[in-house]
Each structure stands twice: as C-alpha cells, then as structure tokens.
C-alpha cells in the first residue's frame, strides 16, 4: 500500500497535512504542545533519574532528612500554573476562530444514516442537489473476506459512490444532524470534527486550499457498520465545480419518479435488487437469513404476511435495530425492495407493492 | 442505637453472617428476572417476586440481628457516631440521586425543549413551537407530534394537600422526637402513629393523583419531555416516602416494645433525618414541578 | 492467615512466621471452610475476596482486549464480525473500569485501611461483606449478558444513548448489574469514610495519617457524588427503552446529548476515583524504599483535594466535538488544563522524596516508579486533549485510546502492581520471589509500550476508536500494538502463575515483620508494620497507643505478637 493524499499514510506519525488554515494553526498547536511538554519531561525526569543514579543506597547514598519547604512547593504551584497560562493563550485563538461558522459560501446539510451520510446542498448554485453517499460496496466485501492479498486499493475503506463535492477555496458550512443515532462528521486534513446529532443541528465549517481527495470517516460508535461509513469530500475547482452541479441537476431531474406511476412486478423486483444490495444486504445478508440480532427476512411472517402495511410500517420506521428508511428511500424504491422481499428466496407471495402504498402510510 | 454507655465496647465487629451473600442472591434473581420480565419473558415476573420475598426475608433476620445487638449493648458511643456519619453520607449520595433527575428537568426545560422549536432547527422540526411543558397555547405537544394532548398537574390541590400532610408529618416527628426526649414514651408513640398515618395519606393522594393524570388528564409516563420528568421525579420522590414511612413504622413498633432511651436513639434520629430529607425533596419538587 | 488459602487452615502459614506468635490462636472463633470466605465479617478476608475477584475480572476483561487486538492485527475482519467486536469493546471496558479497577482498590481499602489507622475492623463488618457480594450478580449479569439473545450491549463502555436504545435485552441486564454496582461502591465508600473519620487509633490524626488513607478518604466522596448520578442516568436509559420516556429523544423533547452531560459529570470524577488510590500506593512506597519522609505531606493533602474538586468542573472535555457554544469550550478547556497543576505537585513532590534518599530498587520501587514514568506520559497526552482545537481532531481515535490506557494500565495497575508487592508479605507472611517481580515489572513496562505507544501515532494519523476494521495505511502499527499486548497479556499471565499463585499458597522465604526496613529501622513506616507477617486474624482490637508520629505502637502489650 502507499501514502493516500488527502487521507492516512503509510506509518504516518504526526497530523493528516493541512489543507485548511485551521488545520494548519492546530498541527502548529500541536507541535508547540509536543515540544512543550517534551522539555518538561525531559527537565523533570532528567532531575529523577539523576537522583536515581546517585542517590542509590548501592553506592552507598545516606538518607537526608528534609520532607518540607514551603517556598519550592509555592514555586512548583506556580509555574506550571504560568506554562498552563501560556499553553491556553494560542489555543483560545485558534479555538474561536475555528467556531465562527458565519458568512459561508455555500451551507451543506449531512446526515448521519446507520451507515452511510445524505447531502443536501442548501443554498446557492446547487441548492437542491442531494445524494446519499455509501462506501463502495466492493470494500464491504474485502473487508469481509479478511482484506488479504495485494489488490486490496490504497483507499480502502475510505471511498464512496457519491462523494461530497465543494469548490475551493470557498468557507463550507457544514450542517450535521442524523437520522437514528449519533455520528459524526471529520475530515482530518480540514482540521474539522463535529457529532451529527439526532434530533439537532450543529455546524462547522471549513475553506480547503487545495483540490484533490479527502477523506475522513465516521468518528462516533453508532451501531454495527461503523467502521463503514466513510467521509469523501471531492475539492473541485470553481469551473469544475459550476459543471458538476449542472450534472446533478440533471441527474436529479431524472432520477425524480413519479410515484404514481404503476409498475409491474418484474420491474421492481429488479430495481428491488439493487436497492437491497446497496443498503439492505449488509445486515439481512444475501441470503435474506440475517445473522444475530438481525432478524432473517426469508421466511418471516411480516414479510410473508397478507397484510401488506406491516412490511411497510417496519420500512418506513424502523424497529429496533431496523433503521428507518423514509428518509433516505424513495417512494418508488422502498415499493421496489419490498416488493423483491416478498416474492424473493423462500418467500412467494406475489404480492406487489407499489409506490403509491408506501406514500399513503407515510406519516401514519 | 441504644443501651447504656457503660461497659459497652468502643468497636463492635460482628461475628460471620451469611445475610450479605443471601441478600446479594436474592438481588441476582431481582435483577435477572426484571431483566426478562421487561423484555417478555414469562418467568421473569415469578423470578422477581421470588427474589424479593428472599430479599425480604433476609432483611428481616439481618434487621433482627442488628436489633439484638443493639439492645445487647453492644454499640457503643463510637458506633454511634459511625451510623451518624453514615446515615448523613448516605442521605447525601440520595440527594445526588435526585440532582440527576433535576437537572434532566432543568435541562430539557430550558436548553432541549426550546432549542428544538429555535429557528436552527426548523429544518428538522419546521412545525415545533416549543413552549413548556408543550401544551401550552400555541405549542405544539412534541417537535414529532408523537404525543398525545395532555393537560399538566396543577398545584392546587392535591400537591398542596400532599405539600400540607408532608410539613405536617415533620411537625409531628418533632413532637414525637421531643417527647421521647423528656421520656413521654406514650405520646411519643402517638405522635409517631400521627406521623405514619400522615405519610401513608401522603402516599394514597399520590396514588390518587397518578389516577386522575392517567385517566382524566392523559399524562403519562410516555407524555414526553413533561411525563417524563414528571412522573420519575415525582415517583422516585413517592418510593422513598415509602421507604421512609416504612422505618417510621418499625422505629414505632421498635418504640411500643420499649426500644431506645431519652439519650440514645439513633435508630429513631436516623428515620427522622431520611423523612426531614423527603421533605425537602419535595418542597422542591412542589415549587420546581408543580408550580413554575 | 489471612491471604493464604491453603487447605490446612490458617496454622500452617503461621509457622513460617516462626519468631512471632500465632495472631490469631486465641480466637478461637475464626472461621473455617468456604464459609469463611462467604460469611466473611473480617476486613482481611473480605480484602482478600475483593482481590481475587478483581483480577479474575482484570483476566476476563484482558482476554476480551485480546479479542480485540486479535481483530485488529489485520486489516480486514477475521475472527469476528463488527457486532461482536463493538460488543467485546463495550464490555472490555465496563469490565475492566467496572470490575477490575475500581473494586482492586477497595480490596486495597479494606485490608490497609484498618490497620493503617488502628482500627480492628471496618466500621460496618457486615455492610463492608454486602459490598463485596453485591460485584457477583453484577459481574454474572455482565459476562453473562454474551449469552443472551442479541449479545452482550454494544453501544461502549459510555453506553451513549440513542445507541443504548438499539440494544436487546442485555442492555437492561447490563444497567442493572451497573445499579448493583454502583450501590456497592456507594456502600463501601461509605464504609471507607466512617471508618477513616471515626476509627482512627487515638493519636492518628488526620494530618498524620497515612497518604494511602488520605486518597482513599477522597476517593470515597467522589464516589458517593457520582455514582448516584450514574444510577440516574441508565435509569432514565432504561425508561426510555421501555416505559415510554422520552429523556433523551428529541422527538418527545429530550436531547441525547443531555445523556453525555450526566455521563460525563459522573465520569470524568470516576477515572480520578481510578487514580487517586494509585496516587496513595505510589506515596507509600517511593518514601519506604527512598528511606525518607514523603516530601510535602501537606501539599499532597491539597493537591489531592483539589484534583478531586477540580473533577466535578471539567467533565464536557469529553464532549468538545458535540457543539457546544464557543463559551462552553473555553471554560472546560481551562479548568481540565487547571488540574495539570495539582498533579504537577505530586509528581515533583514524590521526585523531592526521592532526591538525597538512599534508593534501592525492589519491584515495588520499580513499579511505582515505571508508575510515574509512564503516568506523566499520559498526564501530557491529557494536557494536549484537554486543548480544544487539538481534540477536535483527536477526539474519538487512537489517540485517546492510548492517553487512558497510558494512565489506566501504566497508572492505576502499574501502582496497583506496586502495592502488591509492597503488601503482599504483610498478607501472606511470604516474600515474593525478587528476580520473577523484576522479570514481570520489565516484561510489562517494556511490552506495555510495545502495545500502547503505537496507538498516538494511529490516533494522530485519525484511526477512529472502536472500529473493528481500518484502512490498509494503519496496518504496521496495529500489527506492533497487537504483539505488544499480547506480550503484555502473558507477562500477566506470569505475574499470576509464578508470582501471586505461590503466595496465595504460603511458599516462599517467611516475611519478616518489616521485611523493607534496614536494621538501623530505615524504610517503611506506618502501622500495618507494627503487627507481624502475615498480619493475625485480628488486629487492634484494643486501640493502640501510639508515638508523636503515629507510627509506632508505644504500648506493646495489647499487640498480638510482641
Ligand atoms: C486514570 C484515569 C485518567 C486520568 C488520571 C486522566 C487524566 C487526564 N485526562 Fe483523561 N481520560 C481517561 C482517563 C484518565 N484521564 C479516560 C478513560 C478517557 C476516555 C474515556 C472514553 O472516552 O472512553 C479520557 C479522556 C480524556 C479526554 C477526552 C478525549 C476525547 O475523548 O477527545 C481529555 C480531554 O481533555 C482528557 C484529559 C485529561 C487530563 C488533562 C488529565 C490530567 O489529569 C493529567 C494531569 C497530568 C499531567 C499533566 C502530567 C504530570 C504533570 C507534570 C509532570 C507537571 C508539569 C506539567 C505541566 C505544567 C503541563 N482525558
Ligand atoms: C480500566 C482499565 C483498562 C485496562 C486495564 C485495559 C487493558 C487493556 N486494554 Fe483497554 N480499554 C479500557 C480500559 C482498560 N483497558 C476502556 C475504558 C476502553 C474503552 C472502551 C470503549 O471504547 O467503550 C478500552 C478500550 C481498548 C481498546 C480500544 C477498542 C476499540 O476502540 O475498539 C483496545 C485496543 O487495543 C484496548 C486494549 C487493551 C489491552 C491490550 C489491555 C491489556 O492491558 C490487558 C492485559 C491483560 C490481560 C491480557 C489478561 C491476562 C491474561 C490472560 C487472561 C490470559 C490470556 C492472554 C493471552 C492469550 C495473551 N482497550
Ligand atoms: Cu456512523 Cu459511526
Ligand atoms: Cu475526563
């Protein structure tokens, strides 16, 4: 493997290379705290290990008899309390400034999904573009199968089907909230960290100086697939970036079904397929039979079950560690997996769902 | 707890006693079966009961023992103040306890609740307006409207009956307290009777006032952000004027089988500190629930 | 005698402590056989039971972390999948915080406290056993809980809610076996107070009381502040997974940030209550083995209350990438940086002690100062999480994992090592073989960094904790953390066979009654040394007169042994 810019290096042993300001002034806070405390250990073990040498009883050292001294223990309070001082000073700069979040260029909404991240594009140009964003699922799969060999990508673990896409060079506000449990949002080389809580929003921002790739991944325990919910944010240049969003536009006005429109049964199924690989298959396994707390859907009674509703509320909602879907699926795709569901492995009950059905138990 | 101080030991340590370990058995099958029992286990209930009958059991003989000793005279003046001093850390670690649920109140009343409705997060909630305890006029009962229509408890008058019955028990402990003092053993009992059966109305208007929330108001545990806090801080306020009224009770039996001296009576001092420490609880829980 | 659990009953070891008498044969009321050890009323046993415990918890939770560092050798999952791994991470520690550290020290508690100040006993024997038996049906529930439906909880020792709601039913059975816990150590702390305020030997004041007695006494109330407000916490989890509450959702008005907040105002004063003892251990043993007086008795007092108080303002460092006003992180910023000074105190006071002492190096010496070493390394890794900004990137990666291991393992089991060694002749009446203690101090000191060090480079590089799998560039360091614990695991695995096993059964060169003091009476000091090795049945039960110092017994007579 080598270096992946914009994400970890091979045996990297200091900060991710800054591409922001901020990063950069806490990678020098950083060095400033290292070197810092590195001369007061150095001071105070320099100071023990001598005693250590030659205060041994081996070589004969008698015991003094001190055990007081109000002045040294004064002065010992006092100056660490000073170097503390110091050390606060150039934190506290940086610190406010990291926090001022006001005046962006372009606001960006992410949220946390058990386990993948949904942007939506708030403001500007792109306002209206939103995507979901997934590790490739070929990594899944590598990480399954024990990620040997030598084929396995430089970034592993860290790429994404539908990266995040900024300009340069521009102050990005990043909204962070989440749909059932609490992620979060880092990008190490943007020098930014911050939870997506469920529920509520929280901001951060950042203005990379670069182009290029960079990745951070999900920084808070949120349930199984943590480890597989990376952050992939594409720098583009302003150009690049004017043309990305006209594709976008696009994509999205294509991809916006109608969900009145009536399918037939092998359409879905089909879409259905996809739509169980990229978000179902990951927990219920291929084989539908699940594993663990994950109940299997091959045979159970909600899937097989008449009533077609109840298959849809646990869509929809979630239950236990079933996620809620009806924010990250469509009308037509959540109609689409069900339907597969049903009519799928041992399950035949050749019942179809349309996407109709899943809009009217919307909000019931 | 009680006894002539003369002649009697300045340490007391017990002989071997199996009441530790059987009463740690009988908290496994609690906890294990409550753990079922909450999720669907059928035999988690039995398991429960079974284990605080056990517990129970056990409590009586250990409750027994120390009794005996007591009246033994086998504590001292030291252990005296070894209990004084426990007794006071331990009141101490229950106040803990309830600052927890307080600042659960303070914080959703004043930062979640209002926070939820602000215009930051009118992307997520855009139809919240959050106004406490989210039923007021114009507020909208949850920012997910997963809550059904409640009315809240009002001050007047089944917490202010019950804020009367409380100051009135401590009233009527102080008599007893003082009367066991001048060694009017007969009123002390009867003023400690007065305060039982004034801490048992207390219990009885709670439970009525649990009734009239559920039925007539639709509060409820599940009321959101005010059910919960609510009925945790109110009910754990409840259990522990229960457990407090029940050492009433046994200090007053304790007391009619002539139990304790005018100087010593720590056992009788200790159930007065932990029913003055509900009290106060409680007058915190009538101004910070009830009234504001 | 007390700590040696030969079957020939408690005569045999005493034989070996030839020169003194037989403590406890006169008592003839000393109990036998299991019951013993179940019934017990006795500080020793019951310090003992707590011990023995601990460290089958210390095993138990070490071989979950090898279950970890099994997984993570190699990128890629291997022996298990992510589920189980967040599971083995969650109960590594809550097992190691919840059932190895904290009841270690109160196993320290219960056998030195009461013969440091004087004392026969505990203030309340039996509640003191009740503590003890309380940990079984926790720690049942806890292991138990991998074999319920659904695993063991998974949600981190932190158990964050909304995540904690997502859990089977092993998460109730674990926030019960945490009540239980809780009101245990609530129990013995309260026990520990009475008996340090109220049972000390005349003459013990509590200016000359031993700095071990000091940090627990300190201890003791942080524990009854926090542990009750833990309780409330996974109760409100609890309710809000069955009974409808809504504390910590926000659909009904909570807020699961509300939960980090009274996590955190319990935990940060508990990893304090995770170092304070270790503080005291240290301060007994570099001034035995420097020959001279702890350096700055009175500032170590100070300095010790003041981390603690300290403790209750800092608690949302731990929560600087949640979002809280720019004001909020600067106060929190400060006061953690603030508690860098009080400890700055103890660590230049315990270096005063031993400046012109006359040192030698026994593995309790090696140990405690392996123990500052390494501690100070992860006191500065704290300093640098304690900055904001610098969090904001290292908040939730290796980096913190390394910084607590660093002041767990290297502080609190390092000085829990240390007192072992220190005390255990006292316990057993037999001397630790001297060469095995010095193998086991290298072999953990050096493979402890081996397995640790590593992980700030991770941390720095952004591999975020808990991850059961990582990209392909965090390989090599993993690969070398891996090796190190497992060499760590095995230098415990020693520790237990050759050094603790033949203790616990009486071999060895018999202990004398000071076996660290110079004949010219340099070295230890303090009470637990006027009674002999190992330490009689019963000890004090008639308080003691003691010197202007309070270390010697003037009056000899009603000492067992003399
Ligand atoms: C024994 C336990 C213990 C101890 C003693 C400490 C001590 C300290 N800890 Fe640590 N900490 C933990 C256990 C502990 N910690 C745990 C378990 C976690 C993670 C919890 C979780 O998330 O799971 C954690 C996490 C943690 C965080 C949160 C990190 C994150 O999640 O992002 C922070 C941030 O501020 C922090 C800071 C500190 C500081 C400043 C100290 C200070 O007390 C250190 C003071 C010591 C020194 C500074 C060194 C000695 C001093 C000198 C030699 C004098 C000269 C020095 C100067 C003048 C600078 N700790
Ligand atoms: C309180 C004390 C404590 C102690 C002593 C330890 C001890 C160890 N911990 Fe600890 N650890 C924590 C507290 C502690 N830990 C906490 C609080 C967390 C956070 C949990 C969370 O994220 O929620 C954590 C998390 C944690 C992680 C991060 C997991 C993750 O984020 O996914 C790792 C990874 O390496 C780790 C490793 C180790 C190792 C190798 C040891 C070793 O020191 C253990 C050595 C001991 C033994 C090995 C036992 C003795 C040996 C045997 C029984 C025989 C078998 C041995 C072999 C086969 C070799 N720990
Ligand atoms: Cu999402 Cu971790
Ligand atoms: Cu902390």
Redesign the pocket.
């Known amino acids: 493997v080598q270096d992946l810019p914009g994400g970890p290096g091979v045996r990297q042993l200091n900060l991710t290379s800054a591409a922001t300001r901020i990063a950069a002034e806490q990678s020098w806070l950083h060095w400033f705290m290292l070197v810092?405390?590195l001369v007061?250990?150095i001071a105070?073990f320099s100071v023990m290990f001598y005693s250590i040498w030659k205060h041994r009883k081996s070589v004969g050292h008698k015991p003094a008899n001190f055990h007081e001294s109000v002045t040294v223990e004064v002065i010992w309070t006092i100056?660490?309390f000073l170097?503390?001082i110091g050390?606060a000073l150039p934190a506290t700069k940086v610190l406010v400034a990291s926090k001022d979040t006001s005046n962006a260029d372009l606001t960006i909404k992410a949220t946390g999904y058990q386990w993948k991240w949904g942007y939506d594009y708030l403001n500007g140009d792109p306002q209206g573009v939103s995507f979901v964003s997934t590790l490739l699922p070929a990594h899944r799969e590598i990480s399954n199968e024990g990620a040997r060999g030598p084929d396995v990508p430089n970034n592993y673990l860290l790429e994404v089907d539908n990266p995040l896409v900024v300009p340069v060079n521009k102050k990005i506000r990043i909204i962070t909230t989440a749909n059932d449990v609490i992620h979060s949002w880092g990008v190490p080389a943007f020098g930014v960290k911050q939870d997506a809580i469920p529920g509520f929003v929280r901001d951060t921002w950042f203005r990379s100086e670069k182009v290029g790739d960079f990745y951070g991944q999900c920084y808070e325990l949120c349930g199984k697939e943590h480890a597989y919910m990376p952050i992939h944010v594409k720098v583009v240049s302003q150009d690049d970036f004017t043309k990305w969003t006209a594709d976008q536009k696009k994509i999205m006005a294509a991809k916006a079904d109608d969900p009145s429109k009536v399918w037939t049964l092998p359409d879905l199924e089909a879409r259905g397929e996809k739509v169980y690989t990229a978000n179902c298959q990951a927990c219920h396994q291929p084989n539908g039979k699940g594993a663990g707390p994950i109940l299997p859907l091959d045979g159970s009674p909600i899937v097989n079950d008449p009533d077609k509703t109840k298959q849809i509320h646990v869509v929809l909602n979630g239950r236990n560690a079933m996620p809620s879907w009806k924010g990250t699926l469509s009308d037509t795709d959540i109609a689409a997996v069900i339907s597969f569901t049903k009519n799928h492995w041992s399950n035949h009950t050749g019942q179809i769902v349309q996407p109709a059905e899943v809009l009217a138990q919307r909000g019931k | 707890m009680s006894s002539s101080a003369q002649g009697t030991p300045n340490y007391y340590v017990p002989q071997p006693s199996r009441h530790p370990a059987f009463a740690a058995f009988g908290l496994l099958a609690i906890i294990f079966g409550a753990a079922n029992w909450i999720n669907g286990v059928t035999w988690g209930r039995a398991l429960v009961l079974f284990g605080f009958l056990w517990l129970f059991w056990v409590l009586f003989q250990w409750f027994r023992d120390s009794i005996r000793e007591s009246e033994g005279g086998l504590y001292g003046r030291k252990i005296d103040i070894s209990f004084r001093w426990s007794m006071s850390w331990f009141i101490f670690s229950e106040v803990m306890f309830f600052g927890a649920f307080f600042t659960a109140l303070w914080w959703m009343r004043s930062h979640s609740v209002p926070a939820l409705g602000s215009v930051d997060n009118a992307v997520l909630w855009p139809g919240f307006k959050a106004v406490w305890p989210s039923i007021a006029p114009g507020a909208t009962a949850s920012p997910a409207n997963i809550i059904e229509p409640f009315q809240t408890m009002t001050p007047f008058w089944l917490p202010t009956i019950n804020t009367a019955l409380l100051l009135s028990s401590g009233v009527t402990l102080t008599i007893a307290h003082h009367a066991l003092r001048a060694n009017h053993r007969g009123m002390t009992v009867l003023w400690m009777w007065a305060t039982v059966l004034l801490g048992f109305s207390f219990v009885c208007v709670q439970g009525y006032e649990y009734f009239h929330a559920y039925h007539e108001l639709n509060l409820k545990l599940s009321s959101g952000a005010y059910g919960s806090t609510f009925f945790m801080l109110t009910g754990f306020h409840g259990f522990h004027v229960i457990v407090g009224m029940l050492m009433l009770f046994f200090i007053t039996i304790r007391l009619m089988r002539g139990h304790f001296t005018p100087e010593r009576h720590f056992g009788f001092e200790g159930a007065a500190w932990y029913w003055h420490f509900v009290d106060v609880v409680w007058l915190f829980l009538y101004t910070l629930v009830y009234w504001l | 005698m007390s700590a040696v659990l030969d079957p020939h009953g408690h005569g045999a070891a005493g034989d070996h402590s030839g020169s003194h008498g037989h403590g406890d044969d006169h008592h003839d009321h000393a109990p036998t056989g299991w019951r013993r050890w179940v019934y017990a009323t006795n500080h020793k046993d019951i310090g003992t039971l707590y011990l023995l415990f601990s460290f089958t918890m210390l095993m138990i939770g070490g071989l979950l972390a090898m279950g970890i560092r099994a997984e993570l050798f190699e990128p890629g999952l291997q022996l298990f999948n992510p589920e189980l791994f967040n599971q083995l991470t969650t109960m590594h520690?809550l097992i190691m915080v919840f059932g190895a550290i904290m009841p270690a020290f109160v196993g320290f508690a219960n056998w030195m406290v009461p013969l440091q100040i004087g004392a026969p006993d505990m203030a309340f024997a039996r509640m003191n056993n009740f503590s003890f038996w309380l940990l079984i049906p926790a720690a049942l529930m806890l292991v138990g809980s991998f074999f319920m439906p659904g695993g063991a909880p998974a949600a981190?020792?932190?158990l964050y809610a909304p995540l904690t709601l997502q859990m089977g039913p092993s998460m109730d059975a674990g926030i019960f076996a945490m009540h239980i816990m809780g009101a245990s150590s609530i129990m013995g702390s309260i026990n520990i107070i009475v008996t340090i305020l109220n049972m000390r030997a005349p003459g013990m004041t509590l200016m000359k009381m031993p700095m071990f007695c000091w940090t627990w006494l300190i201890t003791a109330y942080l524990l009854i502040a926090v542990m009750p407000v833990l309780a409330g916490a996974i109760t409100m989890t609890l309710t809000d997974r069955h009974f409808g509450t809504t504390f910590f959702n926000p659909a009904g008005g909570g807020d699961p940030v509300m939960y980090q907040h009274i996590f955190w105002f319990f935990?940060h004063p508990e990893?304090?209550i995770?170092?304070l003892p270790a503080f005291g251990i240290v301060s007994q043993v570099v001034p035995a083995f420097a020959r001279k007086r702890l350096f700055g008795y009175a500032s170590m007092v100070y300095a010790t209350s003041s981390?603690a108080i300290l403790s209750f303002i800092?608690w949302a460092?731990?929560m600087?990438?949640t979002g809280m006003p720019v004001t909020g992180q600067l106060f929190f910023m400060y006061a953690?940086?603030l508690?860098?000074?009080p400890?700055?105190v103890k660590?230049?006071n315990w270096i005063a002690t031993m400046w012109q002492g006359s040192m030698t190096f026994e593995t309790p010496m090696l140990f405690a100062v392996g123990f500052i070493f390494v501690?100070?390394i992860?006191?500065?890794t704290?300093?640098i999480?304690?900055m904001a900004p610098i969090?904001l990137l290292?908040?939730?990666t290796y980096y913190?994992v390394a910084?607590?291991h660093y002041?767990?393992v290297a502080?609190?089991l390092f000085a829990m090592f240390a007192g072992f060694y220190y005390w255990s002749p006292k316990w057993t009446g037999v001397m630790y073989n001297e060469t095995r203690g010095k193998i086991h101090f290298w072999s953990s000191l050096i493979s402890f960094n081996v397995a640790f060090f590593p992980m700030h480079f991770l941390g720095l590089a952004g591999m975020p904790r808990r991850y059961a799998d990582y990209p392909m560039q965090f390989a090599d360091f993993n690969a070398v953390a891996s090796i190190g614990a497992f060499w760590f695991g095995l230098s415990q695995v020693y520790f237990f066979f050759w050094v603790v096993l033949p203790m616990l059964r009486g071999r060895g060169e018999p202990a004398a009654q000071r076996p660290w003091n110079d004949a010219d009476g340099k070295g230890a000091e303090g009470l637990e040394w006027e009674v002999p090795s190992p330490a009689p049945f019963h000890t004090f039960e008639v308080p003691p007169r003691l010197d202007p110092t309070a270390t010697r017994i003037l009056d000899a007579r009603v000492q067992p042994g003399h």
Do not use: E, K, N, R
């Open positions: 810092t405390c007061i250990f105070v100056i660490p170097i503390v050390m | 520690g981190g020792w932190t935990g990893v304090y995770m170092i981390i800092v460092h731990h600087f990438t953690t940086m508690i860098a000074v400890t700055a660590i230049f501690f100070t992860g006191g500065f704290g300093l999480l304690a969090d290292l908040q939730d913190v910084h607590f002041v767990l502080g609190s």
